[in-house]
Nanobody, 121 residues
Framework: QVQLVESGGGLVQAGGSLRLSCAASGRTFSSYAMAWFRQAPGKERKFVAGITWSGGMAYYADSVKGQFTISRDNAKNTVYLQMNSLKPEDTAVYYC??????????????WGQGTQVTVSS
């Protein structure tokens, strides 16, 4: 069983930055593909960014390319999402997800509880 715990969300003004963290339990974190998704009020959950087990490849939704950066530290069992130039439309609950075969694609095996990000205009 893998547990994922997100942190770093909060309230920020438009144009500001936040860095989300997702700490994972388990001794094989370095073999997992990791991803971030987000769900805005009244909307479906959507993919934001994904990263391979090694960190060698990262993938982004078109809506966040050049704005968000996903990274990971396998020594710390943690994946990050650096979010810059935030806009009100980035307001959502952000979820961390893990896929144990190392391939960053649906479906993901484990999900965190989410962290709220609110961007004020």
């Amino acid at each position: 069983q893998v547990q994922l715990v997100e942190s770093g969300g909060g309230l920020v003004q438009a144009g500001g930055s936040l860095r989300l963290s997702c700490a994972a339990s388990g001794r094989t974190f370095s073999s997992y593909a990791m991803a971030w998704f987000r769900q805005a009020p009244g909307k479906e959950r959507k993919f934001v960014a994904g990263i391979t087990w090694s960190g060698g490849m990262a993938y982004y939704a078109d809506s966040v390319k050049g704005q968000f950066t996903i990274s990971r530290d396998n020594a710390k069992n943690t994946v990050y999402l650096q979010m810059n130039s935030l806009k009100p439309e980035d307001t959502a609950v952000y979820y961390c997800a893990a896929r144990t075969d190392g391939v960053p694609r649906l479906p993901y095996d484990y999900w965190g509880q989410g962290t709220q990000v609110t961007v004020s205009s």
